[in-house]
């Protein structure tokens, strides 16, 4: 059974969520730790953290989260927001997938079971190399100009899925169904925080990787 944690301040909505994820097969626990790391997680064997972040500076979530080593081999995690917070978010946050308030149960199951799924599927074999900008698709890591970026399991996805098209320009709605999945519930926003996040940790005056495609979306340039 898939062990998630939920990390949050509010204990009697986290126990809420906690007990509508368990009716649908998830084994939930619940906790306000704010000292949560990725060796702790692992050592509890979680296989996702879901994680809270309201704003304020105690947030157990954002605390875990700002803390967090973005590695393969730790938990993925999705952030519980609301909509106000999400619109302040710092792009380098580490998370892997959000939901916004009101939190649906099967929306927040359905998002937890394809993020483990999609770390199953992982891995190629191969790299991909485009200029200054290679992926290890074997073991999932990217650098840039020889520096190691870290990067959340969805924003290595999408790079992935770009960098692997190149030249190629995407509809937010079609870069939403061959990443994020063609059940996913949220709307296309998703993809512009995501692509915000991705160019400030891979892009700078001298490197330049994703282009946006005035009244499309976003493409990866073909000449790298």
Avoid at 117 to 127: A, F, H, M
């Amino acid at each position: 059974m898939v062990r998630v944690a939920i990390i949050s301040d509010d204990l009697k909505q986290a126990e809420k969520l906690s007990s509508e994820l368990t009716e649908r097969g998830l084994n939930c626990s619940v906790s306000t730790d704010n000292k949560m790391t990725p060796d702790k997680a692992n050592k509890q064997g979680l296989d996702i953290i879901l994680a809270t972040i309201n704003g304020s500076p105690s947030s157990s979530g954002q605390s875990y989260l700002a803390k967090k080593t973005k590695h393969q081999k730790n938990p993925p995690v999705i952030a519980l927001l609301s909509l106000e917070i999400l619109d302040g978010l710092d792009p380098a946050t580490p998370i892997d997938d959000f939901v916004i308030t009101p939190w649906d149960a099967n929306e927040v199951a359905l998002r937890v079971k394809r993020a483990l799924r999609r770390i199953k599927g992982i891995g190629r074999g191969e790299s991909i190399k485009c200029g200054d900008l290679v992926i290890d698709l074997d073991n999932c890591e990217l650098t840039v100009d020889g520096r190691l970026a870290t990067l959340t399991f969805r924003e290595y996805e999408l790079l992935r899925f770009l960098a692997s098209n190149k030249g190629r320009a995407f509809t937010r709605e079609a870069l939403l169904d061959e990443v994020w999945g063609y059940d996913y519930f949220g709307g296309d926003r998703t993809v512009d925080v995501h692509i915000r996040r991705l160019r400030s940790k891979i892009e700078d005056p001298t490197h330049t990787f994703i282009e946006t495609v005035r009244n499309i979306g976003y493409r990866f340039r073909k000449d790298l």
